[in-house]
């Protein structure tokens, strides 16, 4: 499988930030991690929980009967307790209540996510959804894509929280519904939007590292007007993110990040059945990072803008049909500096037009019609053999409810002026039985386009793309089992994701030739008790090479977390145990094959409401100062400690 990052020095790449595999070694060489058995893998993290601290925590996830409304598992809206497809929604109060800097911090707390950073606060992060490439996950913002085509991945170390409303994460398969990259999923990130009476809102803090943080923000609707404006600025010295004893050549000073993010939407109703809306949302990033090869004594860093602007028109065309024509525009520009000079510079621009129609044919029977366009266009100081790609794409969808069953297909086709067509498609089905029990199983496939850099990079130093690749592809299966009743709620759900064409570097060039097979199970729990809430979730995955049987780099074999809050008077007092088995990885200098050790963590929030307005909030996250590596070669930050105020008018 296609190796996660290590970076050979024989290719030229956009930064030394920028972690990239070219090797024509397996990703996988190196011993496979032994598994825990599920019993003594629950013992650790209950044994680390109730013996460190009686705490509870204060960021629960699901609520366990939920009646949220969703539309990332079918582009349709959707109960999330009917969605067949296995879906997370972190709502705007459980990501406020968390008490988490950023997104990647939230997300760690998921089944089936893992998450993996070279340093700290704003350095590069990887997501890796049921033990997929982190490029084989997608990520949107309000429906639009701010991926880099030359990377193939999402910068969402830059996107703070408190531009979101809400996050909604789809696991599985979902290309039939979202094109490219949705291999392990999609997570998809909802900026705020207005509603109520016009309201001020702003929160500060301040933690270790000399972090700081400021947002404020208005929002409101007047008549049939509604809006949000929204500012905030992050910035914090950060650690050293390369570890100077294992990479010699590192600077071991601290790496700083300093963030700044603008978002805005306003949505004005022309009468009952049309309205009009426009969003704009820009963050910029400025990122100091180690270089593992370059002179001790160097200073470099990155500034990233990840910029999204969006048009829409909703027409309610009559009572059975309602339409949404979306123009968008998607920007990731990344400039690279070292000693303060201009290195190198990449930008993505990725305009989108959508014109989705919702058609509801029958009682309990929705119909989804969409055609989309896609146009990306690459700017960068490398000379690439080819700028630019379009996509045309035509979907349906379709729901239907018949009693206690429930029918979910998708068709998609995916036309790429470059390498051809993508067809993918999923079919779903649940049944409800035994009061409040429901099965559901699914069978899809997906891909994932090579990017930029696999298919255009121009002949340096011994490699150049392929612009004969195709595209990666997936075969997935999964069941699950749900239950949710009584403040309680229970799932379970098996996978298998066969992925093969793999993009790998294979002297000169990148070419089709991996293959990869993804088992697993995925076991959550949410329950309220009065006053007391519990979550806790589980995931046993065997990512591996399907060819050599080794596991796949930077997937651990079981991850999970336990977490508990209590509620009294004012209070709410919160404790979480995360754990994360052993992961392979690869040493950047030598390329040896090298084991990240198992770990577990203690995370402390506390929240005080001082009135009905302002509310005080903490965290404490690695409380006991474990020593862990995320990547191989990489810091983290050890004990953290972060305390905001937050107001709401």
Do not use: C
Not at 93 to 100: D, F, L, Y
Not at 331 to 348: F, P
Not at 486 to 491: K, S
Not at 604 to 632: C, G, P, Q, W
Request: negative net charge; proline residues 3%; aromatic residues 8%.
């Amino acid at each position: 499988m296609q190796q996660e990052p290590t970076q050979p020095t024989v290719i030229p790449l956009r930064s030394q930030k920028v972690l990239r595999s070219r090797s024509a070694r397996s990703p996988e060489d190196g011993r496979i991690s032994r598994r825990l058995t599920a019993s003594k893998w629950l013992v650790i993290i209950t044994a680390e929980l109730f013996g460190a601290t009686m705490l509870p925590t204060a960021a629960h996830a699901d609520t366990p009967d939920s009646d949220e409304i969703v539309v990332t598992a079918t582009r349709l809206p959707q109960l999330l307790n009917q969605t067949i497809a296995d879906t997370t929604v972190l709502n705007e109060q459980e990501i406020r209540n968390s008490g988490a800097p950023d997104v990647a911090t939230l997300l760690r707390s998921l089944a089936g996510v893992e998450v993996a950073q070279t340093g700290g606060l704003g350095e590069q992060a990887r997501i890796f959804m049921r033990g997929t490439n982190s490029d084989q996950v997608l990520i949107l913002l309000d429906g639009v894509r701010i991926n880099s085509a030359t990377l193939g991945t999402t910068a969402i170390e830059h996107i703070m929280l408190d531009s979101l409303d809400r996050i909604e994460v789809v696991r599985g398969n979902v290309s039939s519904l979202y094109g490219s990259e949705a291999i392990g999923g999609v997570i998809q990130l909802f900026t705020k939007h207005g509603s109520g009476t016009p309201a001020f809102n702003a929160s500060t803090g301040m933690g270790n590292h000399n972090t700081q943080r400021v947002a404020t923000g208005f929002s409101g609707e007047v008549n049939d007007t509604s809006f949000s404006v929204n500012a905030g600025r992050v910035r914090t010295d950060g650690v050293s993110a390369m570890n100077p004893l294992l990479m010699p050549k590192a600077n071991p000073n601290n790496n700083g990040y300093d963030n700044g993010t603008l978002d805005a939407q306003i949505k004005h109703a022309l009468n009952a059945d049309h309205a009009l809306s426009a969003s704009v949302f820009s963050t910029r990033g400025n990122i100091s990072y180690d270089s593992a090869f370059g002179l001790p004594t160097d200073l470099n860093d990155t500034v990233e803008n990840l910029d999204k602007l969006s048009l829409a028109s909703d027409d309610q065309l009559g009572a059975m049909w309602h339409s949404q024509v979306r123009l968008a525009q998607g920007i990731d520009d990344s400039h690279t500096y070292k000693n303060g000079a201009e290195v190198s510079r990449y930008q993505t621009q990725s305009n989108q037009l959508a014109w989705q129609n919702n058609l509801r044919v029958a009682d309990g029977q929705q119909l989804s019609l969409s055609a989309e366009y896609l146009a990306q266009a690459v700017t960068s100081t490398v000379f690439f053999s080819q700028t630019s790609r379009t996509v045309n794409s035509a979907l349906g969808g379709y729901t239907g409810e018949f009693g206690a069953q429930q029918i979910q297909l998708n068709v998609r086709q995916d036309n790429y002026s470059d390498f051809g067509t993508a067809n993918t498609g999923l079919l779903g089905y649940g049944l409800s039985f035994a009061d409040r029990w429901r099965a559901t199983a699914s069978i899809s496939n997906a891909f994932k386009a090579p990017t930029f850099d696999d298919m255009y990079w121009p002949l340096q130093f011994g490699y150049q793309g392929n612009p004969n690749l195709k595209p990666e592809r997936s075969q997935n299966k999964e069941v699950g089992l749900r239950y949710a009743a009584n403040g309680q709620r229970v799932e379970a759900v098996y996978f298998d994701d066969r992925i093969s064409d793999l993009i790998v570097y294979q002297f000169p060039s990148m070419v089709n030739i991996n293959q990869a097979q993804i088992t697993g199970q995925e076991f959550s729990y949410a329950g309220d008790f009065g006053d007391n809430h519990l979550n806790a979730n589980a995931t046993f995955q065997n990512p591996r090479d399907a060819a050599t049987g080794l596991v796949l780099a930077h997937r651990a074999k079981e991850f999970g977390s336990l977490a508990a809050a209590h509620d009294f008077a004012d209070w709410n007092l919160g404790a979480e145990v995360r754990y994360s088995g052993a992961r392979q990885d690869t040493n950047q200098v030598t390329y040896a094959a090298v084991t990240l050790p198992s770990y577990s963590l203690l995370n402390l929030t506390a929240r005080y409401n001082i009135d009905k307005h302002l509310k005080l909030s903490t965290r404490v996250d690695n409380l006991f100062n474990r020593s862990y590596s995320e990547m191989y070669g990489y810091n983290t930050l050890g004990r953290t400690l972060y305390a905001g105020l937050n107001y709401q008018q």
